[in-house]
């Protein structure tokens, strides 16, 4: 009957990606029955395309990556590492604004430390899942390497790396032959880069998060297809309304829907100042060029990830919303510099692709109860690093949900902070 109250569930899950499907993954290990609801699939959207990378040595805010120093350079070319539409420019003004402060001096020791503990928690709990889940074999270890065209954009660099000494992550700068040894045919045109021997990939993101929720399932958990249009908090607990028509009760809630997250959270009474960053890519065919190891070509914002389903180029950043078209120029570009940048690649039989990447101003996810609702949870906002924090978040939801004791400190990702 349209309206009426199916099914009373335990919790519910909004959200079928790769941080919903690892906080479903923690639960289910707990006990907990979870229904998990999508409007596509168990990691079908953005979970299913990002670069592949467990990045737990990714520890710098991008605000404090040299994304403003490059604002400018950026913004002038429409094709390039950043892009931002001229119309949708007064709708993301506060969020700039936020960003920009979020990169002052001030904030700099406070974001680094609450990013480098959430990746090592990240680092341990996804070893842990993946022994679990039998997954472990999808892991490569082979590093990943980061270039440099000239001395300059090297010493610019430099300061980052000694944050992270800090933090004891390894890496070394490499030149001459080590850097042709680390990937044979890459252009001379990259005269230094820094290998990171910790940094891993996975055989393939969409693959990856299938596996998961197959163990997940195992566990008894559901998942449910449905669009949701409106939640409610109520005393006999949370009314999910599906665009269906019929409603689902939940006795506890977790959003994880990546960028619609924060239309959610209003209907708790939090405002999250959370933007969209839509990432292309091209999944080239696996012979497309023989690359050893993920290479980032961080001034030009993005990255190539070898995969055992293809190769794959993305990144760059266009911060457009959610409603705009996709620009598949924006993948073409990225393209046409990997051909330049790797003399000899295969443009051709490639598959382009378009993903909205949930993100916060100062880099760091929401991770937390809601502020009008007791039985709410939020874990999303993410940005680049879903995948990489995906089973830490799981970790610390399962805390939270079960009234533990938080495995770290969760002010720094409180939805009360802006």
């Known amino acids: 009957m349209r309206g009426s ?68 350079r950026w913004l002038a070319d429409p094709l390039g590492p950043l892009a931002i539409p001229p119309a949708y420019l007064p709708a993301l003004l506060p969020w700039l604004w936020r960003f920009w402060r979020a990169g002052a001096p001030r904030h700099h020791e406070a974001s680094l430390a609450a990013q480098a503990t959430m990746m090592r928690l990240a680092e341990t709990e996804w070893m842990g899942l993946m022994d679990r889940s039998e997954t472990r074999s999808m892991l490569r270890e082979d590093g990943s390497l980061e270039l440099y065209e000239s001395e300059g954009e090297f010493r610019a660099s430099l300061p980052g790396w000694a944050a992270r000494d800090r933090f004891g992550i390894g890496y070394r700068h490499v030149d001459g032959a080590d850097l042709a040894g680390l990937q044979p045919g ?49 005393d006999r607990g949370i009314d999910l309304a599906l665009a269906s028509g019929s409603t689902r009760r939940a006795g506890q809630l977790i959003v994880a829907a990546g960028a619609w997250s924060h239309l959610l959270a209003r209907n708790f009474s939090d405002t999250i100042p959370l933007e969209t960053e839509r990432g292309y890519n091209t999944t080239l065919p696996a012979t497309a060029f023989d690359v050893k190891r993920q290479l980032i070509f961080s001034g030009h914002g993005f990255v190539i990830t070898p995969l055992a389903t293809g190769l794959r180029v993305g990144g760059a950043v266009e911060l457009g919303g959610l409603k705009r078209a996709p620009n598949y120029a924006r993948s073409r570009a990225m393209l046409e510099k990997a051909r330049r940048f790797l003399p000899g690649l295969d443009p051709s039989g490639g598959r382009e692709w378009m993903g909205f990447r949930p993100s916060l101003p100062d880099s760091l996810p929401v991770i937390g109860r809601a502020k009008a609702a007791a039985n709410v949870f939020y874990a999303f906002g993410h940005g680049h690093l879903g995948l990489t924090q995906a089973a830490g978040t799981g970790r610390l939801i399962r805390d939270l949900v079960l009234g533990q004791a938080a495995a770290i400190d969760l002010a720094p990702f409180s939805p009360t902070r802006f």
């Open 5 to 72: 109250v199916a099914e009373e569930i335990d919790i519910a899950i909004i959200g079928a990606g790769i941080v919903g499907i690892c906080a479903a993954a923690y639960l289910t290990e707990a006990g907990r029955k979870v229904v998990v609801f999508d409007r596509t699939g168990v990691c079908e959207e953005t979970s299913s395309g990002n670069a592949a990378a467990f990045a737990f040595s990714d520890v710098l805010p991008l605000a404090q990556k040299g994304m403003i120093r490059n604002l400018p």
């Open 186 to 234: 890459l252009s001379q045109r990259f005269i230094k880069g820094t290998f990171v021997p910790g940094w891993k990939t996975v055989a393939d993101p969409r693959l990856l998060g299938k596996a998961v929720w197959a163990y997940v399932e195992s566990k008894g958990a559901r998942f449910e297809r449905a669009v949701i249009a409106r939640v409610d908090a109520g």
